[in-house]
């Protein structure tokens, strides 16, 4: 092989090898998104970037209370790998897709069998109010009541109570759709 076209193929196989590397990191290990609105003011802010560790996702783990995640508000469809792999933003550049408006950024209230309650302006977790000193304001729970996490679902609230679409109007998450949980700096 002339000398020419071996440096061009070497080329080329190097950024075969980076691409693949970018695609397996962003749709098994983590990924960046972008927070898109202000639901969950004041802890993150519209158009801020974050990074999202997607090993919850990859082997399932159950995110914990509190966890920042992202997730797919698609609830009534099933996610597939076709989903992981459309969602990565090497994909979405190569195919010049239109954003994502599917993906939320909330914060994990309830893992599955918490018996979740909204009243006098606060949550409680079975039977114990929640310590939500990163809420932005004074929520307002009009006829909620009480409701259970089934299994393998959890709920989602976002820290901007008054002005959030989460599982008080999409219903519970299934574990599958939690897409990953934010990443905090230094890890």
Same mark, same amino acid.
């Given at each position: 092989?002339?000398?020419?076209?071996?440096?061009?193929?070497?080329?080329?196989?190097?950024?075969?090898?980076?691409?693949?590397?970018?695609?397996?990191?962003?749709?098994?290990?983590?990924?960046?998104?972008?927070?898109?609105?202000?639901?969950?003011?004041?802890?993150?802010?519209?158009?801020?970037?974050?990074?999202?560790?997607?090993?919850?996702?990859?082997?399932?783990?159950?995110?914990?209370?509190?966890?920042?995640?992202?997730?797919?508000?698609?609830?009534?469809? $099933?996610? +597939?790998?076709?989903? @992981?792999? *459309? #969602?990565?933003?090497?994909?979405?550049?190569?195919?010049?897709?239109?954003?994502? &408006?599917?993906?939320?950024?909330?914060?994990?209230?309830?893992?599955?069998?918490?018996?979740?309650?909204?009243?006098?302006?606060?949550?409680?977790?079975?039977?114990?109010?929640?310590?939500?000193?990163?809420? $932005?304001? +004074?929520?307002?729970? @009009?006829? *909620? #009541?009480?409701?259970?996490?089934?299994?393998?679902?959890?709920?989602?609230?976002? &820290?901007?109570?008054?002005?959030?679409?989460?599982?008080?109007?999409?219903?519970?998450?299934?574990?599958?759709?939690?897409?990953?949980?934010?990443?905090?700096?230094?890890?």
């Amino acid at each position: 092989m002339p000398v020419k076209l071996k440096e061009i193929w070497d080329w080329i196989r190097s950024l075969a090898f980076a691409a693949t590397l970018a695609l397996v990191l962003g749709i098994f290990v983590f990924q960046p998104f972008k927070v898109e609105g202000h639901s969950m003011d004041p802890t993150l802010h519209d158009q801020q970037r974050i990074y999202v560790s997607k090993l919850p996702h990859t082997f399932s783990y159950l995110p914990d209370y509190g966890d920042i995640v992202v997730i797919d508000s698609r609830v009534n469809r $099933k996610r +597939t790998f076709r989903d @992981d792999l *459309l #969602g990565h933003p090497l994909i979405h550049l190569m195919l010049g897709n239109q954003k994502e &408006d599917f993906m939320y950024v909330k914060r994990v209230i309830g893992k599955p069998g918490d018996v979740l309650e909204f009243k006098d302006h606060l949550v409680y977790r079975n039977g114990k109010p929640l310590d939500e000193p990163y809420i $932005k304001e +004074t929520a307002q729970y @009009d006829g *909620l #009541g009480k409701v259970v996490v089934p299994d393998n679902h959890i709920f989602v609230m976002g &820290d901007n109570r008054n002005n959030s679409r989460d599982s008080r109007d999409i219903g519970f998450i299934p574990l599958d759709h939690v897409i990953g949980t934010k990443l905090e700096w230094p890890f």
